[in-house]
């Protein structure tokens, strides 16, 4: 767990615990649904309330749907709790996501002013099957003026289990992202 808050007095939440799981568990669920679909994703982010938490909203990444490579889950999560609540900031609210936040959906977390970020995969699991930018969501967090907490990875077994699906692996060798190949065939 990292707390970031930079000296800001802020109610204390708890790292990870079973509860963490159980949402994530759920998320994973959610996620894995798309797995049946034309337009597999492993990515998917659950927003609750930080102190109850009640979910307020879930959602999976829809770059290749929505024509837009900052649709990724948790950006999509945001604006849609934002929109739902008529506010720009989101304290007082997790977001959990099935991989680790990439530098784009950490900064938007943080200007959300999200308290947590809780997370399964991890960058470094994406990066064996698509693109990714290699900064931890733990780095972004602490080089910002904004409090947040960052845990994870919280399941990551079962959050890494919608990469490596048979219908996400034919996915990712269509999409844009993929790793392109090593020379040397490996």
């Known amino acids: 767990m990292l707390n970031c ?4 007095k802020k109610a204390s939440l708890p790292s990870a615990n079973s509860k963490d799981e159980e949402r994530m568990a759920a998320l994973v669920a959610f996620t894995a649904k798309t797995l049946e679909t034309s337009r597999p994703v492993p990515f998917g982010a ?10 307020l909203l879930r959602a999976v990444n829809a770059v ?5 490579p900052s ?8 604006r849609l709790a934002c929109k739902q609540l008529k506010q720009v900031s989101l304290a007082g609210y997790t977001i959990y996501t099935t991989c680790e936040p ?3 959906c950490m900064a938007d977390a943080l200007w959300a002013r999200l308290d947590r970020v809780v997370y399964g995969a991890t960058i470094a699991d ?19 003026d904004m409090p947040c907490i960052v845990d994870g990875p919280v399941l990551r ?8 699906h048979p219908n996400m692996i034919a996915a990712f060798a269509l999409w844009s992202n993929r790793k392109p190949a090593k020379a040397g065939g490996t």
């Open 157 to 164: 077994k079962q959050c890494y289990a919608l990469f490596t």
């Open 5 to 8: 808050d930079m000296g800001a």
């Open 46 to 55: 659950l927003i609750v309330n930080s102190k109850t938490g009640e979910r």
């Open 64 to 68: 290749a749907v929505e024509n837009d």
């Open 71 to 78: 649709s990724h889950a948790e950006l999509r999560a945001v």
């Open 102 to 104: 990439c530098a784009m």
């Open 126 to 144: 994406a990066s064996k099957h698509c693109l990714q930018i290699h900064i931890p969501a733990r780095t972004v967090a602490a080089r910002s």
